[in-house]
């Protein structure tokens, strides 16, 4: 199964969860991984890592659990609390993780300004902001001096229509 956005729903780029890419990954054994956490969410303060296995949800292993049903457990409003058990390579044991659900906004882009004048923008979806967040970009490339732009669409899922012909235009 594709990585999925850990408690969104639709095009909202926001909810309440612990900020993470999740996958049930064929790779591992068919088990509940974090695909990538999203900086400074609960998941990623925890020090949660990409390729962690999630073994246990407060309690409930997820080795037979579907993604949607992992996720559902994840996510939930700003505040509650939820127990991660967690396996790593080149651990022996499991550790748990207790992690507070926060309100996630998913960035929907991100970039920086390479050596050599090059500016690097990846879009990751299109969304209702994405064309004003490129906006502004441009304008902080623009500043910075960049001469030159790299755009990576590697991994965006899709989105709005209207979005990703604002920003072509």
């Known amino acids: 199964q594709p990585a999925a956005l850990c408690g969104v729903v639709g095009l909202d780029p926001t909810y309440g969860g612990v900020g993470a890419y999740v996958a049930i990954d064929a790779d591992n ?9 999203i900086w400074g969410g609960p998941l990623y303060r925890a020090g949660i890592r990409s390729g962690d296995i999630v073994v246990a949800i407060d309690g409930e292993p ?9 996720v ?3 996510k939930g409003p700003a505040g509650t609390k939820v127990v991660l058990s967690v ?4 651990w022996t044991e499991k550790q748990d993780f207790t992690l507070t659900r926060a309100n996630i ?17 990846a879009l990751l979806s299109f969304g209702e902001d994405t ?5 502004r970009v441009l304008d ?5 001096g960049v001469r030159a732009l790299v755009i990576d669409l590697r991994g965006n899922g899709g989105g709005l229509l209207r979005a990703a012909v604002d920003i072509a235009s």
């Open 29 to 37: 054994g068919s088990r509940f991984t974090v695909s990538r956490p």
């Open 62 to 70: 997820t080795l037979s659990l579907a993604l949607e049903d992992c």
């Open 72 to 74: 559902r457990r994840l």
């Open 87 to 90: 396996m790593r390579a080149g």
């Open 105 to 121: 906004t998913i960035p929907t882009t991100a970039y920086d300004v390479l050596p050599g004048g090059i500016g690097y923008l």
């Open 131 to 135: 064309a004003r967040e490129i906006r």
């Open 140 to 144: 902080e490339f623009a500043t910075a």
